[in-house]
């Protein structure tokens, strides 16, 4: 889409168009590149020394990490949201990379498209805030890297609402649905760790200070960034073991509730059992011999057999009932 340039120092900040002059200029050069053409990435790659293999990596789906060039320190993130409805999935963590190219003096920031973290950042320098001017592309770095990273709360408190959403359902019903619920949370839980510890130990290198373009009044930014993905690591954790819970606790239900309809069953053919045992017997209609069943002939056989199959079923009943089976 495009490439912009800027320089920004204590008197102020200034646009350049041209690449060379922007980088040549007094102050911090802040290269903003979204969505380039080949020939604007190859432009700004040679007038800022950037490795082929950084460029590659920032255009490629690969882990968050932090690498040492000459010239210059390549540290990428990955911006993360949680969606609903793009893909089959009800919900799933969208991410796309970061990448932020720091010099000595300069800084070089690529994304695919507009994203927020660049854009605040952008604007905070844009408008000539002394916090910033006064600093090097190492703090501007670090907005970038902080607004990111402020970003997985959000996507964190999502799944949350989720899970507490799920454990009020779990508790009610054994719906098929609160299990999708139940294997939507660890999904996205899954997806946020495998971006979240790489994370955690690439800033943890800005934190320790050990790229040279990384300052050291600025390495107290990057520990602080690192203190909060330590506790987004750990709310991920406890939320996968609250959504095993919350999934043991459904299968736990259902397991149950199988053990109440196989009882009822149970229930049922006991009674039924005794009767078609007296039905069966007395449905072999042999008669007209002294050994056969004289009850055929009895003129009260009919109404009696029915009596002792009802009072045979009343006495299974109440036996069931005192034993809590009903």
Not at 247 to 265: A, G, P
């Amino acid at each position: 889409m495009t490439v912009s340039a800027i320089v920004y120092a204590e008197r102020g900040v200034t646009d350049y168009d041209d690449f060379d002059e922007a980088k040549a200029a007094t102050g911090t050069t802040w290269f903003r590149v979204t969505d380039p053409t080949r020939e604007e990435l190859e432009r700004v790659s040679s007038v800022c020394g950037l490795h082929p293999l950084a460029v590659e990596d920032v255009q490629s789906d690969v882990r968050p990490k932090v690498e040492e060039f000459e010239g210059n320190t390549f540290v990428l993130v990955k911006a993360a949201r949680l969606a609903s409805g793009e893909t089959s999935f009800r919900g799933e963590v969208v991410t796309q990379p970061i990448g932020l190219f720091v010099g000595d003096d300069w800084l070089v920031t690529y994304s695919a498209s507009d994203l927020d973290p660049i854009d605040r950042t952008w604007r905070f320098v844009r408008s000539e805030d002394a916090r910033v001017l006064q600093r090097g592309p190492d703090f501007a770095a670090y907005r970038v890297v902080d607004a990111v990273v402020d970003n997985y709360f959000r996507a964190l408190d999502g799944v949350e609402d989720r899970l507490e959403f799920v454990e009020e359902e779990v508790l009610e019903e054994t719906d098929v649905e609160v299990l999708e619920e139940i294997n939507d949370a660890r999904r996205e839980l899954l997806a946020l760790r495998k971006i979240l510890w790489p994370t955690r130990d690439a800033i943890s290198t800005l934190a320790r200070g050990d790229p040279p373009q990384i300052r050291e009044a600025t390495e107290k930014y990057y520990r602080d960034v690192y203190d909060h993905l330590i506790q987004q690591v750990d709310l991920v954790e406890t939320y996968r073991e609250l959504a095993s819970g919350a999934r043991d606790i459904y299968l736990n239900s259902l397991s149950m509730s199988t053990n109440e309809v196989m009882k009822k069953l149970t229930v049922v053919a006991t009674i039924v059992l005794p009767l078609s045992l007296v039905v069966g017997l007395f449905g072999m209609n042999f008669h007209g011999s002294p050994v056969n069943m004289p009850e055929l002939v009895w003129p009260y056989g009919y109404p009696a057999v029915l009596l002792g199959m009802a009072l045979v079923s009343l006495i299974l009943l109440w036996h069931f009932r005192r034993e809590d089976w009903l």
